[in-house]
T-cell receptor, first 113, second 112 residues
C-alpha cells in the first residue's frame, strides 16, 4: 500500500473555529489532492498541489485553504468551520501524468457542530 | 467539459451472480479510464485501468474494456462474492491533466 497517513482520523469541532487536517506521504509523489465525500455528491476536489508551494483550486474550494511546504506534507485548513463542511475528507497522491492512478488515505471524518 | 456517468445504485445481487456496472464518459481526445473500489471505512483503491481504446483492464476477476465508439468502460465480473460488496467509482483523466474526474459511485451489495 502507498504510504499515506491522514490525521486526525476523526474530529469534532464547533462552528467558527479553524481546523487543519494533515496528509503525510512517504512515496515522494509530486501530486497531492484533497477531496471531500458526501452522500449524493460522490468525490469532489477541494484543492490540489503539483509541487512544493504549487497549489490550485478544485471545484469546491470556497472556505478552504491549503499549504505544501514540503513534498511529503499537504495541509488543508478550514478557516472558519461551518456545518456544511461536515464531511469525510480524503487525501490522495499521484506520481503524475494521465496514466498514473491516485492512491488514497483512509480519510478524516470531520463533524462541525 | 469532461464528465463520467455511472449507473445509479444500489445494486443488490446474490452470490455467484453476474455483475455489470455501466459507465459512460464525455471527453475530448483520448483519456485514460479507471475503476476504483471503496470498502467501508476506507479510502478508494485502484481496481483496474485502461489507457487506450480496446484495452481491457482486469484485476481480482473484474474486467472492463475501453470502448471509444460507445464512450463506455463497463465493469463486469462473472461470479460475485459477498466480499465484493463496496462502492465502485468510474473515473477518467488526460495525460496532460493533473485532475481526475470521478463518477458518482455505485453501491454494490451481495447477498449470501
Amino acid at each position: 500500500d502507498a504510504g499515506i497517513t491522514q490525521s486526525p482520523r476523526h474530529k469534532v469541532t464547533e462552528t467558527g473555529t479553524p481546523v487543519t487536517l494533515r496528509c503525510h506521504q512517504t512515496e515522494n509523489h509530486r501530486y497531492m489532492y484533497w477531496y471531500r465525500q458526501d452522500p449524493g455528491h460522490g468525490l469532489r476536489l477541494i484543492h490540489y498541489s503539483y509541487g512544493v508551494k504549487d497549489t490550485d483550486k478544485g471545484e469546491v474550494s470556497d472556505g478552504y485553504s491549503v499549504s505544501r511546504s514540503k513534498t511529503e506534507d499537504f495541509l488543508l485548513t478550514l478557516e472558519s468551520a461551518t456545518s456544511s463542511q461536515t464531511s469525510v475528507y480524503f487525501c490522495a497522491i499521484s506520481a503524475g501524468g494521465g496514466n498514473s492512478p491516485l492512491h488514497f488515505g483512509n480519510g478524516t471524518r470531520l463533524t462541525v457542530t | 467539459g469532461d464528465s463520467v456517468t455511472q449507473m445509479e445504485g444500489p445494486v443488490t445481487l446474490s452470490e455467484e451472480a453476474f455483475l455489470t456496472i455501466n459507465c459512460t464518459y464525455t471527453a475530448t481526445g483520448y483519456p485514460s479510464l479507471f475503476w476504483y473500489v471503496q470498502y467501508p471505512g476506507e479510502g478508494l483503491q485502484l481496481l483496474l485501468k485502461a489507457t487506450k481504446a480496446d484495452d481491457k483492464g482486469s484485476n481480482k476477476g473484474f474486467e472492463a474494456t475501453y470502448r471509444k465508439e460507445t464512450t463506455s468502460f463497463h465493469l463486469e465480473k462473472g461470479s460475485v462474492q459477498v466480499s465484493d460488496s463496496a462502492v465502485y467509482f468510474c473515473a477518467l483523466t488526460h495525460s496532460s491533466a493533473s485532475k481526475i474526474i470521478f463518477g458518482s459511485g455505485t453501491r454494490l451489495s451481495i447477498r449470501p
